[in-house]
């Protein structure tokens, strides 16, 4: 046996080990030497017990199984209540003869997600995960229930109001609890995954609606019924199969938590939200953007946000969002991307093929990452091929070929599914454990902001081009007429010699979305130029350095 060997016959970051009888509760394989990147050159006090950073217990076999399929569920609840709400809403605001709040049937349920997400993280950081995402859960079907029964708009939209909170936790939980339970090497096939939930309920949810609005027997409440037993098989999943790992913020007092929640920075953020949402709702809709309260409040939303993000710089570490949590340049990058390819999608594709195309190549990029460990050339060439695909979507006339259309949205599609749900395991990788709640909340926050500018940018620049290209041709009642009839009605209110000049119109405002998409995702090209190249390694296991009362170093193995 080697002789026994003293802290002070030891140079920095360099240690023998001794091989002793004694067996360890961790497994390990024997070693010649201890790998001194894992040993600090400070003095290591007696009886301390340094764990090399390693593989954690992760749920396996029938609890595994279990915890996906409530994580896929939940998600896709989350998000079929955003798609199968829009074909509800004719039916509602027929019932209710509530035409006046149309926009706040989807308003109310997306502005509290936007808002209170950030937020979400910090309570994940210092609260179980597991309970929250269940209280989540609770809040969503209970706000689903009072959708269902709401004997008046106001209540329905109070429903939508409490929906949208429970929404803002379970979207941001899921993705902490996938970085929780899932070796960071398969973190990116179960983020893809995740993220197809959201294509499933684009898929469905439009016929699914339509199914319910259209029937005399279920009705529109159906679409809200439906909720109450996807949430309630989560509940019972969840709480069987998930085992919260401990950790060190957990253990402060209720007071300490409260002490660090940031409750300026979450009322800056929610007030600076409400500001940028209101103002893309109403601006170029019901006012112009000319009007004092459009640009009022886009003054509101940038005055807010830099005070907020001041104050986040102020707290360091119990600010909202830690500035610690940028400061890997990936990151930064990451959240860009998401945001400029959300906002070139949404602004301008939402089709089957499009959709198709986008769920299954998220599956296969999901098992490429994991398999190789690379992430960065699928989303370099994902984006190039979006870009392709959104320029030769400028490229359609009123006479293209179906097949064209629908062969430029699969590429479209390809290029986006293999790029943004990465964006995710990009701020995984790049993160350091304890920011897991913070990162995990922004990776799902970030496709949500982006979609929201969106739904705003590309409304205002379809409405404004085809208005341009209709005045060239019709008078200005008559455009206005057109407009206001939309897409499908826009044609029954001119003559037939004028039916050819409104479907041109239509051509040169979609193309127009094109453009600005394929713009928007060029940015996002050259960001992903930008990300470090790193490999996910699979983690070893894990060994336990002890300092014994004598002051010997020893290793223990099995």
Not at 271 to 286: E, K
Not at 328 to 341: F, N
Request: glycine share 8%; aromatic share 10%; hydrophobic share 50%.
């Amino acid at each position: 046996m080697a002789d026994s060997i003293h802290p002070t016959d030891l140079q920095p970051q360099t240690i023998e080990v001794k091989k002793v009888e004694s067996i360890s509760h961790v497994p390990t394989q024997a070693s010649p030497c201890f790998p001194q990147e894992f040993v600090s050159s400070s003095t290591i006090k007696e009886g301390a017990v340094t764990s090399i950073p390693n593989e954690t217990e992760y749920p396996t076999g029938i609890r595994f199984a279990i915890l996906t399929v409530s994580l896929m569920l939940m998600v896709f609840m989350v998000a079929l209540d955003t798609t199968i709400t829009a074909t509800a809403i004719p039916a509602i605001t027929t019932q209710f003869h509530s035409i006046t709040d149309i926009g706040w049937y989807t308003g109310a349920y997306l502005l509290p997600i936007m808002a209170l997400q950030p937020s979400f993280g910090k309570i994940y950081t210092f609260f179980s995960i597991k309970y929250v995402l269940l209280c989540a859960l609770l809040l969503f079907e209970t706000g689903s229930l009072i959708s269902a029964l709401s004997p008046s708009s106001s209540v329905f939209i109070l429903g939508r109001v409490v929906s949208g909170v429970g929404a803002a936790a379970i979207f941001g939980g899921g993705m902490v609890l996938i970085s929780l339970a899932v070796p960071i090497h398969r973190v990116a096939l179960y983020m893809s995954i995740m993220s197809c939930m959201y294509g499933a309920a684009g898929l469905t949810g439009p016929p699914i609606g339509g199914l319910f609005t259209s029937s005399a027997r279920l009705t529109w409440r159906f679409c809200f019924y439906i909720n109450l037993p996807f949430g309630g098989i989560s509940v019972l999943l969840m709480l069987f199969a998930f085992r919260e790992p401990k950790r060190e913020k957990m253990k402060l007092t209720i007071k300490e938590k409260v002490e660090k929640m940031d409750l300026a920075g979450t009322t800056l953020f929610i007030s600076s939200t409400a500001c940028l949402f209101l103002a893309l709702q109403w601006g170029g809709n019901s006012i112009p953007w000319s009007d004092s309260k459009a640009w009022g409040l886009m003054l509101g939303f940038g005055l807010l946000l830099i005070t907020f993000v001041a104050l986040q710089f102020t707290l360091g570490e119990n600010a909202t969002i830690p500035p610690r949590v940028f400061s890997a340049r990936s990151i930064i990058l990451a959240q860009l991307i998401a945001i400029l390819l959300t906002s070139a999608s949404a602004s301008g594709i939402r089709s089957l093929p499009y959709l198709l195309s986008v769920t299954f190549t998220e599956l296969f990029v999901g098992v490429g990452v994991s398999w190789t460990g690379i992430y960065n050339p699928f989303m370099i060439i994902g984006t190039a091929i979006y870009i392709i695909g959104c320029a030769l979507l400028c490229t359609l006339q009123v006479d293209t070929g179906e097949g064209y259309l629908i062969g430029y949205q699969i590429l479209a599609g390809v290029g986006f599914g293999s790029t943004l749900a990465l964006c995710a395991t990009v701020l995984r990788v790049n993160v350091s454990d304890e920011h897991i709640p913070v990162a995990g909340v922004l990776a799902s926050f970030a496709p949500m902001f982006g979609g929201t500018l969106a739904a705003s940018l590309g409304q205002n620049i379809f409405r404004s081009s085809l208005v341009h290209k209709l005045l060239q041709s019709v008078a200005p009642e008559l455009a206005l007429q057109i407009v206001q009839a939309g897409a499908r009605g826009g044609a029954a209110v001119v003559t037939a010699d004028f039916k050819g000049v409104v479907l041109e119109a239509y051509n040169y405002a979609v193309k127009r979305t094109f453009l600005v998409s394929a713009v928007v995702s060029g940015i996002a090209f050259v960001c992903t130029l930008g990300l470090k190249w790193k490999k996910i390694e699979k983690k070893g296991q894990e060994s336990s350095v002890t300092a014994n009362p004598v002051g010997e170093l020893e290793v223990r193995t099995s």
